[in-house]
């Protein structure tokens, strides 16, 4: 069985069977075919009717193979065990026992009084922590135990899973490929794993975006086919790019001091007073992972495609300008110097020489000049010459230029924008034309920051702010509905689904965890069966026995002040803990939850309830991390003798941290409590506690999500100019958009083609 293709379907609710046979069997079912449907059922999921008969025709030992695998999918073989058995009962301890216990640590033995030694060597005194009670040491929290038993079939909810063929994981390949928007981490690793298994080649949908042809020129080139990578390069920042990818694991570009920078943030322990010197050394080995060093088959690869690259030499030189310092320290690892001299690249020559002599124009350089120096008309005219750059500045130009000559000037070439930014533009307008509110911005390095409103505002009344956000929605709708009208319908009727009218367009949001159980959009809500949310962290498998911590924390948000339920407050209202874990056991992982009382939370007031996971030691979240949260109808279990709480079939979210990632904290979550919803959201943050929540940062998200386009909406306009009857009934629709369909990701996605 193919375990990587089996884990890619199993994230899109289907089965993988090579050639399945869907007919109905003659024989009745198998006792191994009950025993498959039993084992998976007993993980969240049941199938329909044409898996179920693909099923029929399976062998026994087939059958076994996939419910092992869909039990490793699901996480059962991890180390479920958190530090206290039966942690819905408080262990009753305070500060007290901790000061208690360290001072009974710096006495001399004799002297201690009666009390128990453990394996980690804290003696813990009489009277103190209820040592039974406890999985490990209570004192420095260091893991004893581990167990291999969770609970199954608690969930009230199934899954419903079909099955996908060869075809169908290949259809799922070129629409990922062809996606007008950037992948999110789910996507890329999905992708990666169909193009490993089924290759690429010139019948292969062209990418629609910078970082999918990444993934292709990558596996090209490891492929041994670097030649064929040239398709995928039509710049030398497509290069440059590649060559970061290598070196950072990141998909996108991020200058070596912001990385130094984030490494010298993810020190802990902050009011140490060895901090200075500990941040400074992360920074120094930092600096020692980005050196540049390249084998020649690297060099080689690299001065052919710059050679071969259909571009002019001046444009080469003006793409590779932004990051010249980056390019620099490249050319010389790469050798390109020596490369230049040899017959073979007059072109490198050529382009090696211009660059360094600074022998070209800098389009943006020029721009910038003829909008300081208020040369509206000049500026609109070099505008226009390139249309993405004319979206991504249309509100500044707007406030700087004038926002009636710049709209006209715009409306001439946004036929030449991407749907997907012309969406973005129509989501944003609104926030950004406001004078008096900051706006959340995402960084490369990793962090959301609050930034004030353009100065610019200032010269405008709130009504001239206000009719700019309409014109721009306004000229945003027009242009989508255009691109909407030059397609073919695929019928003449449409079904909506109403939840999709609470779901932004996934535009402007990359996610970068996986999700291991169904896709999610920024913004999606997700109803809670039951009356408790538990939520769930697991870290360290695999890794050598270390202090390794990571947090789980909840922040319950009133209207007057906040709680936190982390590891320096195990029990407020509404919320417990299950207890700090600071030192992973060998090999085998740890984990923390959380169990909230929605009843509770809402009679004592709170608001919201906000789920974070944050590294307080030194680095950033830990590999393969993995967070979520369990709801169900039914009670969920927690065993009084291990503290085991984990059951795979009430998980209604699960993310992996993906690799290498630069938070040291991140929200993946947040409980409308009056609503009993969770609001799907990620954002990373800086700090190694909750406290370094800003919450006027996720208001700020959560304003940017409000002010998009919903999925809804922007099915409304292509109804309307497709000339689309509505029906109520997706199976009579033509085209049908249920609540299930946002789920889909990369369905959503193809609406922006």
């Known amino acids: 069985m193919n375990t990587a293709l089996f884990a890619v379907a199993l994230r899109y609710n289907a089965l993988y069977i090579p050639s399945p046979i869907t007919a109905p069997s003659a024989k009745p079912m198998s006792e191994s075919l009950n025993d498959f449907l039993g084992a998976i059922g007993g993980l969240g999921y049941t199938v329909d009717e044409k898996l179920l008969h693909a099923l029929e025709h399976l062998p026994a030992d087939m059958l076994r193979d996939m419910a092992a695998e869909a039990a490793r999918l699901s996480h059962t073989d991890l180390n479920w065990t958190p530090l206290v058995k039966g942690w819905l009962t408080p262990t009753g301890e305070t500060i007290g026992d901790h000061i208690v216990t360290s001072v009974a640590n710096s006495l001399p033995e004799n002297l201690r009084g009666p009390g128990t030694t453990l394996h980690c060597g804290h003696f813990i005194p009489e009277g103190s922590f209820p040592i039974e009670r406890y999985n490990g040491c209570p004192f420095c929290g260091q893991l004893f135990e581990h167990s291999a038993i969770v609970f199954k079939g608690g969930g009230s909810r199934r899954t419903v899973l079909t099955v996908w063929s060869d075809s169908d994981l290949n259809g799922l390949k070129e629409r990922l490929m062809a996606s007008p928007v950037p992948l999110d981490a789910t996507q890329a690793e999905s992708l990666k794993t169909l193009i490993k298994e089924y290759g690429i080649d010139n019948s292969s949908p062209t990418p629609a975006m910078k970082e999918t042809a990444l993934l292709c020129i990558d596996a090209l080139t490891e492929a041994g086919l670097a030649g064929e990578a040239i398709r995928y390069i039509s710049s030398p920042a497509d290069i440059l790019r590649y060559l970061w990818y290598k070196k950072t694991g990141l998909p996108h570009i991020v200058r070596p001091a912001t990385l130094v920078e984030r490494a010298k943030a993810s020190t802990g322990y902050q009011w140490l007073p060895d901090y200075t010197e500990r941040a400074a050394d992360a920074a120094k080995i930092k600096k020692a992972e980005l050196r540049l060093k390249y084998d020649r088959k690297t060099c080689r690869t690299v001065a052919d495609w710059l050679e071969t690259i259909q571009m002019p030499t001046e444009a080469m030189c003006e793409a590779m300008h932004p990051y010249r310092g980056m390019w620099v320290r490249a050319i010389r690892a790469l050798r390109l110097a020596e490369y230049a001299r040899r017959p073979a690249y007059p072109k490198l020559r050529e382009l090696i020489d211009r660059f360094y002599r600074s022998d070209y124009d800098v389009w943006a350089g020029e721009l910038e000049a003829e909008m300081l120096a208020g040369?509206?008309?000049?500026?609109?005219?070099?505008?226009?010459?390139?249309?993405?750059?004319?979206?991504?500045?249309?509100?500044?130009?707007?406030?700087?230029?004038?926002?009636?000559?710049?709209?006209?000037?715009?409306?001439?070439?946004?036929?030449?924008?991407?749907?997907?930014?012309?969406?973005?533009?129509?989501?944003?307008?609104?926030?950004?034309?406001?004078?008096?509110?900051?706006?959340?911005?995402?960084?490369?390095?990793?962090?959301?920051?609050?930034?004030?409103?353009?100065?610019?505002?200032?010269?405008?009344?709130?009504?001239?702010?206000?009719?700019?956000?309409?014109?721009?929605?306004?000229?945003?709708?027009?242009?989508?509905?255009?691109?909407?009208?030059?397609?073919?319908?695929?019928?003449?009727?449409?079904?909506?689904?109403?939840?999709?009218?609470?779901?932004?367009?996934?535009?402007?949001?990359?996610?970068?965890?996986?999700?291991?159980?169904?896709?999610?959009?920024?913004?999606?809500?997700?109803?809670?069966?039951g009356d408790h949310v538990r939520l769930f962290m697991e870290w360290g498998r695999g890794l050598p026995a270390a202090h390794i911590d990571m947090d789980l924390s909840c922040k319950i948000i009133y209207t007057d002040h906040e709680e936190d339920c982390a590891y320096y407050s195990l029990t407020v209202g509404g919320a417990t803990h299950s207890g700090d874990i600071q030192r992973i056991p060998d090999n085998v992982g740890a984990a923390e939850y959380i169990e909230l009382d929605i009843a509770e939370l809402k009679r004592l007031g709170a608001k919201y309830a906000a789920f974070t996971c944050n590294a307080y030691t030194d680095g950033n979240l830990s590999l393969n991390m993995l967070v979520g949260w369990m709801d169900s109808a039914?009670?969920?279990?927690?065993?009084?003798?291990?503290?085991?709480?984990?059951?795979?079939?009430?998980?209604?979210?699960?993310?992996?941290?993906?690799?290498?990632?630069?938070?040291?904290?991140?929200?993946?979550?947040?409980?409308?409590?009056?609503?009993?919803?969770i609001i799907w959201l990620e954002m990373a943050f800086n700090g190694q506690t909750i406290g370094s929540l800003n919450i006027k940062n996720v208001k700020a998200l959560l304003d940017k999500l409000s002010d998009k386009i919903s999925i809804g909406e922007l099915l409304l306009v292509k109804a309307k100019a497709q000339g689309l009857t509505e029906v109520a009934d997706p199976a009579i629709a033509d085209e049908a958009y249920t609540a299930a369909s946002a789920l889909d990701t990369t369905l959503i996605s193809s609406l922006l083609n």
Do not use: C, W
């Open 634 to 677: 039914y009670p969920m279990a927690v065993s009084d003798d291990t503290g085991v709480a984990y059951d795979p079939s009430t998980v209604a979210k699960a993310v992996s941290i993906a690799s290498p990632n630069l938070a040291k904290g991140l929200l993946f979550g947040l409980l409308d409590v009056q609503a009993r919803e």
């Open 375 to 529: 040369e509206s008309a000049k500026a609109l005219m070099r505008l226009k010459e390139r249309p993405g750059v004319f979206a991504r500045s249309l509100f500044a130009a707007m406030l700087r230029l004038g926002p009636s000559e710049t709209l006209e000037a715009f409306a001439e070439i946004s036929a030449k924008v991407p749907l997907r930014l012309i969406l973005t533009l129509a989501s944003y307008a609104e926030s950004y034309f406001r004078s008096d509110t900051s706006r959340g911005v995402h960084l490369p390095g990793g962090r959301v920051v609050n930034i004030p409103a353009n100065p610019l505002t200032a010269d405008y009344t709130a009504k001239q702010l206000k009719e700019m956000a309409e014109a721009v929605k306004k000229a945003a709708l027009e242009t989508a509905a255009a691109h909407f009208a030059a397609q073919t319908a695929r019928g003449s009727s449409i079904y909506i689904d109403q939840a999709l009218f609470n779901i932004p367009v996934p535009v402007g949001d990359r996610s970068e965890t996986v999700h291991d159980k169904t896709g999610a959009l920024q913004g999606q809500r997700f109803k809670v069966d």
